[in-house]
């Protein structure tokens, strides 16, 4: 017969085989990127997710380029900090940049704040 020990919880123990170990809470970071288009509505291009930062604006910047030769397109970063058992909802998620395209073609990021 299978009996829980709360000693035998380790930092080794995936999270889902020991939820009652103590410890500190990880919560993790992402950040989102979306690519739209807009024809009349935005139609959602391209988008993706990665843990830096610095990763996404880049991402973004490849991708508008490639979208929008003549500027009809624009981007946002949306930053979401997920944790260990909770579904992830509104109250954890934000939209830090949107990006646009200036006439000379570059890509323009601009902080979004709230």
Not at 43 to 63: E, F, H, K, Y
């Amino acid at each position: 017969m299978d009996v829980w020990r709360p000693w035998a919880c380790t930092w080794s123990s995936a999270r889902e085989d020991c939820l009652y170990c103590e410890g500190t809470q990880q919560v993790v970071e992402m950040f989102e990127w979306e690519v739209f288009a807009t024809a009349g509505i935005d139609d959602l291009g391209p988008c993706g997710i990665s843990s830096g930062q610095a990763t996404v604006m880049d991402t973004l910047r490849t991708n508008l380029l490639r979208m929008a030769p003549n500027g009809v397109a624009w981007g946002r970063i949306t930053h979401r900090v997920y944790d260990f058992g909770t579904v992830p909802d509104d109250w954890s998620r934000r939209v830090i940049f949107r990006a646009t395209m200036d006439p000379a073609g570059s890509v323009r990021f601009k902080r979004v704040t709230s």
